[in-house]
Nanobody, 124 residues
């Protein structure tokens, strides 16, 4: 059974950091691109970052220079290191498996399996 499980969310003060994890089971991460998305209340789900099977990384303009995506194929896990967080980053964060091995923007139709999400709240 293919599954993605996010963890690492929580409450953090503005300027703080969090590291999210996306653990995969039922398939091998090596062959697929993995994306991180987020959805704030009342807003559409938006792409944050993507990492290809070869390790190429892509970021939304809103997080460039602050977020870093990485993968550990041995652990079948993808990470999202988030630094310099501000209130605009508050959202539920989801990881998702791309149907392809490469990233090409963040169209939702490219992603066929999703985790349950983890809440990130940035507040003082």
């Amino acid at each position: 059974q293919l599954q993605l499980v996010e963890s690492g969310g929580g409450l953090v003060q503005p300027g703080g950091s969090l590291r999210l994890s996306c653990a995969a089971s039922g398939f091998t991460l090596d062959y697929y691109a993995i994306g991180w998305f987020r959805q704030a209340p009342g807003k559409e789900r938006e792409g944050v970052s993507c990492i290809s099977s070869e390790g190429s990384t892509y970021y939304a303009d809103s997080v460039k220079g602050r977020f870093t995506i990485s993968r550990d194929n041995a652990k079948n896990t993808v990470y999202l290191q988030m630094n310099s967080l501000d209130s605009e980053d508050t959202a539920v964060y989801y990881c998702a498996k791309n149907r392809r091995y490469y990233c090409s923007g963040f169209p939702l139709y490219q992603y066929d399996y999703w985790g349950q999400g983890t809440q990130v709240t940035v507040s003082s």
